[in-house]
């Protein structure tokens, strides 16, 4: 937990920064508008999660605004487990 906590401390500042790169999309769902930011939001989120290894990521268009979905695989000894995350950013 140790080795944990410090990875987590040493790359505190890039986790911030690209936090910060997300959250300056003006992604707000309810405001029509604002559609063509929606979906570049889907696109910076399917594009990190890409890029730190989630190799399974899409996007799926939906009647009203892009959903990003992430499928998590693992295996245990006997079973194969998929999860699947969506990410989607809720309005305020």
Known sequence: ME???RYL???RGRYFSELKQWIAIPSVSTNN???DEVRRCA???AGHL???GMRHTQIFPTAGHPNTLQRVAWRTRQTH???LRSL???AA
Do not use: D, F
Request: zero cysteines; glycine letters at 0%.
């Open 3 to 5: 080795q944990v906590l």
């Open 9 to 11: 401390e040493e790359n």
């Open 33 to 35: 508008e604002s559609r």
């Open 43 to 45: 696109e910076w989120a």
């Open 50 to 52: 890409q890029a730190i």
């Open 81 to 83: 487990h998929t999860a």
């Open 88 to 90: 989607r950013r809720a």
